[in-house]
């Protein structure tokens, strides 16, 4: 909402905060219907400031050169929703981009690249929204054009966690709300890849009518070409029947690899980064690659209480990629108190016997997602060869909204930030807000 009608400009000198100047540098950016105020986020701009907008006339305008994409650094305040920015340059109006997280900068790029020259851009609020008691406002911190040949170290990954509940009937959408929302602000994420820690469905039925509804909630992913890849839990299985009971008690252990409607409508095509599988038409234990903050990441799906020759296909897989930062995603693996699991249930191997024979054996690799048990946990284990190794529960089984797991990587600082957030009702987890220096990008 609008709290001040009059127009502010910032004065070359400082910082207009209770009257006084008093920045190191002049910020860059003149605004109408907002302030100049100092900055609260991080990283700290040079000016130590940043411009506040609070009303759908609110706008900061600047001169930039340069060619390329436009970046803009922000964050917001969150009021039933995100703040989102309109971005014009020179004019004309580029694009527009959702301000994700109310304490990180970030680095948003808007709209496609312009040639070089001084530009004139201007950043404007679109979506004011003010109820007692909280006011969507945005802060922008910077704005620059991209450096040709400048690598971005900034990107994340999501992680859904299990979907089974959002696949019961075709009137719930909260799994195509998830998938839509990610694609909308792929680029504000600078998304390179979405993982899923299993029980996409909640048991198959004769018409398979659970997997269409997962089926067409993962097309937006598809149609946007994000690379992606499902791990599959218990009751992706046949294993698992109508009511979420057991299909056959006496032929469980022989079920739980019976995966064939699955694979039916989720193949390594879709998925679009499989580098290799360990059966040949099944997607249950497979690994994709992408290289994302100038370095190279390697997503390796294993099935539930792996055979003991999925883990050693698997440890043939990490030994051959050495450069690769790995992130393994299997359906159990700690569980709501962030303990190992010690029970292969009716698999074939333990989470334990998974850590011992392959997690901790490795120097690259830096990530473990599960989901199956608990709501959300995390542990930090560290490998035989001294590598830390980041652990995340996320399961939920969620009757009201659609959280997804975020996971920001910044290659330059050696860091991971990730939060929870459920777009359905625009719900944050915070509680599950966790950030780690030093984490050992290999480059």
Same mark, same amino acid.
């Given at each position: 909402?609008?709290?001040?009608?009059?127009?502010?400009?910032?004065?070359?000198?400082?910082?207009?905060?209770?009257?006084?100047?008093?920045?190191?540098?002049?910020?860059?950016?003149?605004?109408?219907?907002?302030?100049? +105020?100092?900055?609260?986020?991080?990283?700290?701009?040079?000016?130590?400031?940043?411009?506040?907008?609070?009303?759908?006339?609110?706008?900061?305008?600047?001169?930039?050169?340069?060619?390329?994409?436009?970046? *803009?650094?922000?964050?917001?305040?969150?009021?039933?929703?995100?703040?989102?920015?309109?971005?014009?340059?020179?004019?004309?109006?580029?694009?527009?981009?959702?301000?994700?997280?109310?304490?990180?900068?970030?680095?948003?790029?808007?709209?496609?690249?312009?040639?070089?020259?001084?530009?004139?851009?201007?950043?404007?609020?679109? @979506?004011?929204?003010?109820?007692?008691?909280?006011?969507?406002?945005?802060?922008?911190?910077?704005? +620059?054009?991209?450096?040709?040949?400048?690598?971005?170290?900034?990107?994340?990954?999501?992680?859904?966690?299990?979907?089974?509940?959002?696949?019961?009937?075709?009137?719930?959408?909260?799994?195509?709300?998830?998938?839509?929302?990610?694609?909308?602000?792929?680029?504000?994420?600078?998304? +390179?890849?979405?993982?899923?820690?299993?029980?996409?469905?909640?048991?198959?039925?004769?018409?398979?009518?659970?997997?269409?509804?997962?089926? @067409?909630?993962?097309?937006?992913?598809?149609?946007?070409?994000?690379?992606?890849?499902?791990?599959?839990?218990?009751?992706?299985?046949?294993?698992?029947?109508?009511?979420?009971?057991?299909?056959?008690?006496?032929?469980? +252990?022989?079920?739980?690899?019976?995966?064939?409607?699955?694979?039916?409508?989720?193949?390594?095509?879709?998925?679009?980064?499989?580098?290799?599988?360990?059966?040949?038409?099944?997607?249950?234990?497979?690994?994709?690659?992408?290289?994302?903050?100038?370095?190279?990441?390697?997503?390796?799906?294993?099935?539930?209480?792996?055979?003991?020759?999925?883990? @050693?296909?698997?440890? !043939?897989?990490?030994?051959?990629?050495?450069?690769?930062?790995?992130?393994?995603?299997?359906?159990?693996?700690?569980?709501?108190?962030? !303990?190992?699991?010690?029970?292969?249930?009716?698999?074939?191997?333990?989470?334990?016997?998974?850590?011992?024979?392959?997690?901790?054996?490795?120097?690259?690799?830096?990530?473990?997602?599960?989901?199956?048990?608990?709501?959300?946990?995390?542990?930090?284990?560290?490998?035989?060869?001294?590598?830390? *190794?980041?652990?995340?529960?996320?399961?939920?089984?969620?009757?009201?909204?659609?959280?997804?797991?975020?996971?920001?990587?910044?290659?330059?600082?050696?860091?991971?930030?990730?939060?929870?957030?459920?777009?359905?009702?625009?719900?944050?987890?915070?509680?599950?807000?966790?950030?780690?220096?030093?984490?050992?990008?290999?480059?």
């Amino acid at each position: 909402m609008a709290l001040a009608a009059a127009t502010v400009v910032a004065a070359a000198g400082g910082v207009l905060v209770g009257g006084t100047a008093n920045a190191a540098e002049p910020s860059q950016f003149t605004v109408v219907e907002g302030a100049i +105020r100092t900055a609260t986020g991080t990283p700290v701009p040079a000016s130590g400031t940043h411009a506040s907008l609070w009303g759908n006339s609110s706008y900061a305008t600047t001169s930039i050169s340069g060619s390329g994409r436009v970046l *803009i650094g922000a964050i917001g305040d969150n009021c039933q929703g995100w703040p989102t920015v309109r971005v014009t340059v020179d004019g004309v109006s580029v694009g527009q981009t959702t301000i994700v997280s109310a304490t990180n900068y970030g680095t948003y790029p808007v709209g496609a690249a312009v040639g070089a020259g001084q530009h004139t851009v201007k950043i404007q609020l679109i @979506n004011d929204f003010r109820a007692d008691p909280c006011d969507r406002n945005v802060h922008i911190g910077y704005a +620059r054009m991209e450096t040709a040949g400048a690598t971005d170290t900034k990107f994340s990954f999501a992680v859904l966690p299990d979907t089974q509940q959002e696949v019961l009937n075709s009137s719930d959408t909260r799994f195509l709300n998830r998938t839509n929302w990610l694609v909308q602000n792929r680029s504000a994420l600078d998304l +390179r890849f979405v993982a899923s820690s299993g029980d996409v469905v909640n048991w198959d039925t004769p018409d398979h009518s659970q997997y269409v509804i997962a089926r @067409n909630a993962m097309r937006p992913i598809e149609n946007a070409a994000i690379p992606y890849s499902l791990a599959l839990g218990n009751h992706d299985t046949q294993a698992t029947g109508v009511g979420g009971s057991a299909r056959d008690p006496a032929h469980t +252990r022989e079920l739980v690899r019976d995966t064939t409607v699955f694979n039916q409508y989720f193949t390594a095509s879709q998925y679009r980064a499989v580098k290799g599988q360990f059966e040949a038409g099944k997607v249950d234990n497979s690994y994709s690659t992408f290289e994302a903050g100038g370095a190279q990441w390697l997503v390796l799906t294993l099935e539930l209480w792996p055979r003991v020759e999925a883990v @050693n296909w698997a440890r !043939n897989v990490v030994a051959a990629n050495p450069r690769h930062n790995v992130i393994v995603v299997t359906h159990d693996y700690i569980d709501g108190n962030a !303990n190992i699991e010690q029970s292969a249930s009716y698999g074939a191997t333990s989470p334990q016997y998974l850590f011992d024979n392959l997690i901790k054996q490795y120097a690259n690799i830096r990530f473990v997602f599960s989901g199956h048990v608990g709501v959300a946990a995390n542990r930090v284990d560290t490998g035989v060869n001294g590598n830390k *190794i980041y652990s995340f529960l996320q399961t939920f089984h969620s009757n009201t909204t659609n959280p997804v797991r975020l996971v920001e990587i910044d290659t330059a600082a050696n860091s991971l930030r990730t939060w929870i957030y459920g777009p359905y009702n625009n719900q944050s987890f915070t509680e599950y807000d966790r950030s780690f220096t030093g984490i050992g990008v290999v480059r």
